[in-house]
């Protein structure tokens, strides 16, 4: 199967890539660009990272080249920096004894090519590619298993996933990214090798989820994560048997994947519609979403279970979606990014066709926050200075509430003439 290198290769990458095959082969060692890169070239798209392999240990590979960082050493791996751009080169290896589940005990270097691709995990990984002849090797079926859109290990696949525990959320998240079937026995193999994918750290778990909702489809993930019962090994917990909802499911894949937030409120309002807020924290935390993705992600569910509600009200009111939704959005988000139309439509899998009337909303540039407001604080304490500085918080509040209902309210005069008749039945 010959590869279109020039229309699959942005220019800029192929020098890079030229330049690092020429110095390894000018040297007398072999290069191959390997792993993911090959396979996505074999499909036909444009890969997102180039990692090459070589028979040069890495003491030599750093001697040919100006700029290399040690990122993995001991595995065998160094990057070399050309323009501001990294491509991790790793020595041919074979890895010796798993006994923790995560990482070879011990890595061999100086072998050969088919020993080295022999260790890796899917056949469809298994592919190298010889930049310069153009020459293919697949040693192990990956054409064929990519053709057939199959998740196949290379080898015994209990033996593969004993390895290494993170291998069977790799085949899931596989399955989600690029549409493609697990075949049965390494199917098979996640559920008996559970013991070990306990073994992984929650960094990586969840790392492997976020890679997935950058996908075309997050929602199968959601929906294999949940058949195979893999939340229940790092939450214990949890109810057996989950059932995520479809529709909610639907509405993740049609989120902005640069909002992870709404991303993950929807994935875990799939599966647990009717899980308390602070139950929600912890579950993030203990899977090591990051404190922010935490935030949003409380944020926006708390809008799910909200609108579940407010969506029944006939005619819903423009002061609860400025009260209740815009308002907590900008005071939430203001400083992280600018809120317009196009932020604003990103909660669409939220809010659906009400979305629209949000975006008109917002464009008029009502007072949302107290910051808003003409009046503050400081004119409370020059107005009214034997005012209980407890009380200050009701008074605003009110007056916040009058000009949620009425923008023209949120002038000076009328604020001053509404907090006195306010203030004024408070001390009645």
């Known amino acids: 199967m010959p590869i279109d290198i020039p229309s699959l290769v942005p220019e800029k990458f192929l020098n890079h890539l030229s330049q690092i095959d020429s110095a390894l082969k000018g040297a007398g060692f072999e290069c191959y660009l390997v792993g993911g890169s090959v396979r996505d070239l074999v499909m036909g798209k444009i890969p997102k990272e180039y990692d090459l392999t070589t028979n040069a240990e890495p003491k030599q590979v750093k001697k040919l080249f100006r700029t290399v960082i040690d990122t993995g050493i001991e595995h065998g791996t160094v990057t070399v ?4 751009i990294n491509y991790e080169i790793t020595t041919y290896r074979i890895d010796k004894d798993y006994t923790d589940g995560r990482r070879p005990d011990h890595v061999e270097f100086g072998t050969t090519l088919s020993e080295d691709l022999k260790r890796r995990d899917f056949t469809m990984n298994a592919l190298a590619f010889d930049l310069r002849t153009g020459l293919i090797v697949d040693e192990h079926f990956g054409i064929r298993d990519i053709e057939q859109k199959t998740i196949r290990t290379i080898g015994n696949p209990i033996q593969r996933f004993t390895e290494d525990g993170l291998r069977p959320i790799r085949a899931l998240r596989f399955a989600s990214t690029l549409d493609f079937f697990i075949e049965p026995e390494t ?3 996640i559920h008996e090798t559970k013991h070990i994918t306990k073994k992984i750290s929650l960094e990586r778990f969840q790392d492997e989820v976020l890679k997935a909702f950058v996908g075309p489809k997050p929602s199968r993930m ?3 994560l949940a ?3 893999i939340f229940q090994i790092f939450l214990p917990n949890i109810q057996k048997q989950l059932s995520p909802k479809q529709n909610v499911l639907e509405r993740l894949d049609q989120s902005s994947k640069d909002l992870i937030g709404i991303q993950l409120a929807l994935a875990f309002y799939a599966l647990w519609e009717n899980v308390a807020l602070k139950e929600l924290e912890t579950i993030l935390r203990t899977l090591k979403f990051s404190g922010q993705n935490t935030k949003d992600c409380l944020l926006f569910f708390e809008f799910l279970t909200k609108w579940e509600k407010d969506q029944n009200v006939p005619n819903i009111d423009e002061f609860i979606l400025k009260k209740e939704y815009l308002a907590p959005v900008k005071r939430h988000f203001q400083s992280r990014f600018p809120i317009d139309r196009e932020f604003i439509l990103k909660l669409t899998p939220i809010f659906g ?6 975006v008109s909303i917002w464009e008029e540039e009502p007072p949302l926050l107290l910051t808003d407001m003409k009046f503050n604080g400081n004119h409370l304490a020059e107005t009214y200075p034997k005012l209980a500085k407890t009380n200050y918080g009701m008074v605003l509040n009110y007056l916040l509430d009058l000009v949620l209902h009425s923008p023209k309210e949120n002038e000076y005069s009328r604020l001053l003439r ?11």
């Open 187 to 189: 199917k098979k193999a």
């Open 418 to 428: 509404h907090s006195a008749h306010f203030i004024g039945n408070l001390t009645k």
């Open 81 to 84: 920096v050309l323009d501001k």
């Open 222 to 224: 959601i929906q294999l």
């Open 353 to 358: 066709e009400m979305t629209r009337q949000m």
């Open 227 to 229: 058949e195979e019962e």
